[in-house]
């Protein structure tokens, strides 16, 4: 955020921002404050503060994500059964041919469905978000469950973009969806009303992703558990996409060959989690900040 604020453009805008508010505004860089508004009248501080507040908004909705909220799907069925799914696709003969190796695949133990990604800055925002949270079992998850545990099914394969022969995520459908898609919006809607979340044009799609283009793409984060290669030339695969970049994969025939392909049946899901980017819990995956019962 702080370096965001020192570019050009950023200082433009809030150049004009004073001119306007007929204040002065200073970037200050401590730890705790990034702004210092100057005026002779309340009233123009407080213009200026609401157009910095749009201002500053705008420009952490860009930022990298720090958090996200999820429900893991790491149960034993569902992990036990990607592995077979990745397996089968691993010992294919055109693997090669559809620019696929282990990297493309998501750690079993990783597994989950997300509602939404936060930019978390400081400790109010990360408290703020933990309450928002907190609230939603009592506003959102009782009054939609009340004491009927959430179940779906798992089942099937589809890939994000419309042309399964340019894949970057292929992910697996969730179906018995209803109840999960009450909860997963009105979540959502808790967290953009308390501007910790930017506003979602469309309802949260409900997915898990199992292979993804940017999963090989970074660098140092091999997993020990899928360091055995797909085939003999993969290797050399991910070498050259790491050179060109982000690269698509042909997934047209996973998707017709797993159409039917069941995941889980019946699976019962436990909580939702408001976990920070990279860090990872005992049980492989990533550690919660909070998190509520289903």
Request: with cysteine; glycine share 2%; charged share 25%.
């Amino acid at each position: 955020m702080r370096s965001h604020l020192t570019s050009k453009k950023i200082r433009s805008k809030i150049k004009s921002i004073a001119k306007e508010s007929k204040s002065l505004i200073e970037v200050i860089l401590p730890k705790k404050r990034f702004v210092r508004i100057i005026a002779l009248k309340e009233e123009q501080i407080s213009v200026s503060e609401m157009r910095l507040s749009s201002l500053l908004l705008q420009i952490k909705h860009k930022l990298p994500f720090t958090h996200f909220i999820s429900i893991p799907f790491n149960h034993e069925v569902m992990q036990n059964n990607f592995n077979t799914f990745r397996e089968n696709i691993c010992k294919h003969p055109s693997v090669e041919q559809w620019n696929i190796n282990s990297l493309l695949f998501q750690n079993p133990n990783k597994i989950h469905l997300t509602f939404g990604i936060l930019v978390l800055m400081t400790d109010e925002e990360r408290t703020r978000a933990t309450r928002t949270l907190q609230l939603c079992q009592e506003e959102v998850v009782k009054p939609i469950l009340g004491d009927k545990p959430l179940v779906v099914d798992v089942k099937g394969v589809d890939v994000m973009n419309r042309d399964p022969n340019k894949a970057h995520v292929l992910y697996a459908k969730i179906q018995n969806t209803n109840l999960l898609q009450s909860i997963a919006d009105q979540v959502v809607d808790r967290f953009v009303k308390q501007g910790l979340m930017a506003k979602q044009k469309d309802p949260v799609k409900l997915h898990v992703t199992l292979m993804n283009s940017l999963f090989r793409l970074r660098k140092g984060k091999r997993r020990k558990s899928l360091m055995s290669e797909c085939s003999d030339g993969s290797s050399e695969i991910s070498m050259k996409n790491k050179k060109k970049g982000r690269q698509y994969f042909d997934a047209s025939e996973i998707v017709q060959n797993f159409s039917d392909f069941t995941f889980a049946e019946n699976l019962t899901l436990n909580e939702i989690h408001l976990s920070k980017v990279s860090y990872v819990d005992k049980d492989g995956y990533y550690a919660a900040m909070e998190k509520i019962n289903l």
